[in-house]
């Protein structure tokens, strides 16, 4: 099962060592070219997260620095009617 597909095996492993370097180097350069197309679209992806993180942080701090999480939570307690006090102050 020794099949050369039509390639010159050297007889020195030296060179065959360099041989295989070069093989590799040219494939490595391929796989490069062929992924610059998406490094446009990784880098804006980037940038789209870190605006939206950047927006959480700003409104986060928004939230806790001018008291609004004290106004949401006045809105939200139960106030109590007047008519419950009454009705419930009677046996």
Partial sequence: MNSNDGKHEPADPENAV???ERELMGQRAARQRA??????LRAASFV???AVILG?????YYVFSS???DEV????SPQPSPSAKAI???P
Avoid at 35 to 40: A, D, F, Q
Avoid at 73 to 76: D, E, L, Q, T, V
């Fill in 56 to 60: 959480a942080v700003l409104a986060f």
């Fill in 18 to 20: 360099r041989m295989l």
């Fill in 73 to 76: 939570r006045a809105r939200n």
């Fill in 88 to 90: 419930s102050r009677t």
């Fill in 35 to 40: 992924g610059t197309p998406y490094r446009g």
């Fill in 67 to 69: 008291g609004g999480l």
């Fill in 48 to 50: 789209f997260l870190f």
